[in-house]
């Protein structure tokens, strides 16, 4: 590890992390670079730079890869140039928040507007949500009585929403606290990707939940109320009321749940 008294007179105006983002940033402007040409671009030592690429190689942002070479090719070897990885182009300005906005708009205009307009983005919005269910499904099933709503969270960690579950003070009931959205700048527009997510949870975990927060609303953290199953208890023979054998009538169809026996 160098020390700052060892460090090159460029790196202490800037700072390591800034000018590692100014190797990253000329690569992403210029396109794959070779040393030399970060070094000039940047007014750096070919040694610092080098070392920056090391870094930046360890988190995934470049990578490597031989220089491409059009028409006839000199003697030796093709020399290195260092490319934006995926995750590398990710870390800098992208737009697809506003994408996605502007796909939903126009799904709703599509549709006519109005209340047409929302019904068309809350399909959507489910049919999103249903293309999740399966790995989702899959984790909250395997899991025991006791443990489904900690599967959950762990399933929705696994896409980035950093979840977690915890008891609910004061109630019998667990709360699932989504700590990251991806989609919480669209989903300040468009609620109803909310709706379809909470609509989701309760399908999933075969109970009545309640929202009570979102990141979309300008909360902290998204948090869902999940009451606990209450334990079935067992009637007793004697209490069971004795009907008679039910006769044909013209309303033997009509339904008699929760009335008192004649």
């Known amino acids: 590890m160098k020390y700052v008294g060892e460090a090159p007179q460029e790196e202490l105006a800037t700072g390591e992390h800034s000018t590692r983002n100014r190797v990253a940033r000329s690569i992403l402007d210029h396109?794959?670079?070779?040393?030399?040409?970060?070094?000039?671009?940047l007014g750096l030592t070919q040694a610092a730079v080098r070392r920056h690429l090391d870094a930046l190689a360890a988190d995934s942002v470049v990578e490597p890869r031989d220089q491409r070479v059009y028409g006839s090719r000199g003697r030796g070897r093709p020399a290195k140039v260092f490319a934006l990885t995926d995750c590398g182009r990710d870390a800098f300005d992208q737009s697809y928040d506003q994408l996605a906005?502007?796909?939903l708009k126009w799904i709703a205009a599509s549709a006519g507007g109005g209340a047409q307009g929302e019904a068309a983005v809350a399909a959507f919005a489910r049919a999103r949500i249903a293309a999740q269910a399966e790995s989702y499904r899959k984790s909250v099933d395997d899991a025991g009585p006791g443990g489904r709503t900690e599967a959950l969270a762990k399933a929705l960690s696994a896409d980035g929403y950093a979840a977690t579950a915890r008891g609910a003070p004061g109630q019998q009931g667990e709360q699932l606290c989504q700590h990251h959205c991806p989609v919480a700048h669209v989903a300040q527009k468009f609620p109803q990707l909310c709706e379809a997510e909470t609509e989701f949870f309760s399908q999933l975990l075969g109970t009545h939940v309640q929202r009570l927060a979102t990141i979309a609303h300008g909360d902290g953290v998204c948090t869902t109320f999940i009451p606990r199953a209450a334990p079935q208890t067992a009637i007793p023979q004697t209490a069971i009321p004795q009907t008679a054998t039910p006769q044909t009538t013209d309303h033997a169809s009509e339904s008699t749940a929760g009335r008192n026996p004649a």
Do not use: C, E, Q
């Open 101 to 103: 906005a502007d796909a």
């Open 31 to 41: 396109g794959p670079s070779t040393v030399s040409d970060l070094a000039k671009r």
